[in-house]
């Protein structure tokens, strides 16, 4: 059998190792000839979590507005306001929009 024969059935069964596998392969030359098929590298930011967070952070504000009633809340809020700084910043995130005060008087029949 030649070289080119060795290389095309070689080739043959890396793509049906690939075809076999389910998920997208890599084929790739090494220095020496030999061919390769490696699974492609995985990572990323994972964005998928990103809706995620945000409704956990609904949840929580929502909670939070929940437990402690508006007007405690909307104090609390206002003190983090006046520290300046990194608790302006949490203020204006927690700050109580109409989706939160939606979810929190949806949570109150279960609080």
Do not use: C
Not at 27 to 53: I, T
Not at 85 to 98: K, T
């Amino acid at each position: 059998m030649s070289d080119r024969q060795k290389f095309k059935s070689k080739m043959k069964r890396l793509a049906k190792q690939q075809r076999r596998a389910g998920y997208y392969r890599t084929q790739s030359v090494n220095h020496d000839g030999m061919v390769l098929g490696r699974a492609p590298a995985r990572g990323g930011f994972p964005w998928h979590l990103v809706p995620l967070a945000a409704a956990a952070f609904w949840l929580f504000r929502a909670f939070a507005y929940t437990i402690n009633g508006p007007t405690a809340y909307l104090e609390h809020v206002e003190g983090l306001q006046s520290s300046g700084g990194l608790g302006g910043f949490a203020a204006w995130m927690m700050q109580a929009d109409s989706l939160t005060i939606w979810i929190a008087q949806y949570l109150q029949a279960f609080v």
